[in-house]
């Protein structure tokens, strides 16, 4: 029992190192998206896949406006339709390079992120019931 | 029954003369208000009362602020919790000179507005039930 008590140890060790480095491998990566991307991550509450779905979608959108014109209400309709599409409403997006907010969101549909020089936020509520009383 | 007619007709008139008259004595006494305080409302779908709230309590606050010195997360926290608390959750608010949206808001819920060189979005949605599954 001695030998498989270290055994189980030795398997336990490798799996939480296994563990590890795929953790610092996908940090990596993101890491090195969002460089390439010129993304910086504020705040966040959202899945990696939502988060990175948010910056393509914003990368693409700020390549294809004229360079020193942004439009922040077309940023920010092309993100909340997206994400309404994509993963069910409601999505409320703001985008400036001057605010403050203060929002209640569902859980795990936050992200505020900052790309080039504006600033992004991306929040999700529930909707009310289609019968409104 | 065609002296009946006529006077019916003379009351109907009469008494929408009279809606008119207080519907312009209001809108009159908002204008009035929103000029003394430096409020522009840019978008609204809001009950007056709330409305008037809003301004108030913003006015408030950015008379309390240092002049020039604007404290955008301050200002929408406290417009939020106000109107968590008076109207229940949830709201949202974005403060700021700089910023476009795009939001899905409840019935009635929606102001966007602006004071002094500041802009204010305040809205309502609705929240999680308790039992988040």
Same mark, same amino acid.
């Given at each position: 029992?001695?030998?498989?008590?270290?055994?189980?140890?030795?398997? +336990?060790?490798?799996? &939480?190192? #296994?563990?590890? $480095?795929?953790?610092?491998?996908?940090?990596?990566?993101?890491? =090195?998206?969002?460089?390439?991307?010129?993304?910086?991550?504020?705040?966040?509450?959202?899945?990696?896949?939502?988060?990175?779905?948010?910056?393509?979608?914003?990368?693409?959108?700020?390549? +294809?406006?004229?360079? &020193?014109? #942004?439009?922040? $209400?077309?940023?920010?309709?092309?993100?909340?339709?997206?994400? =309404?599409?994509?993963?069910?409403?409601?999505?409320?997006?703001?985008?400036?390079?001057?605010?403050?907010?203060?929002?209640?969101?569902?859980?795990?549909?936050?992200?505020?992120?900052?790309?080039?020089?504006?600033?992004?936020? #991306?929040?999700?509520?529930?909707?009310?019931?289609?019968?409104?009383?």
């Amino acid at each position: 029992m001695e030998g498989a008590q270290e055994e189980l140890e030795r398997r +336990s060790k490798f799996l &939480k190192s #296994l563990i590890q $480095k795929k953790k610092t491998i996908e940090q990596q990566e993101q890491h =090195d998206h969002l460089q390439h991307n010129n993304v910086r991550v504020r705040a966040c509450d959202m899945p990696l896949p939502l988060q990175n779905r948010a910056f393509r979608c914003a990368r693409d959108l700020l390549d +294809s406006m004229p360079s &020193k014109k #942004l439009d922040s $209400k077309r940023l920010a309709l092309t993100l909340k339709k997206e994400f =309404d599409t994509s993963y069910g409403p409601a999505w409320h997006c703001i985008v400036g390079t001057s605010f403050g907010s203060y929002v209640t969101h569902s859980f795990g549909g936050f992200v505020y992120f900052s790309i080039d020089k504006v600033y992004v936020l #991306l929040f999700k509520t529930a909707v009310e019931p289609l019968d409104h009383s």
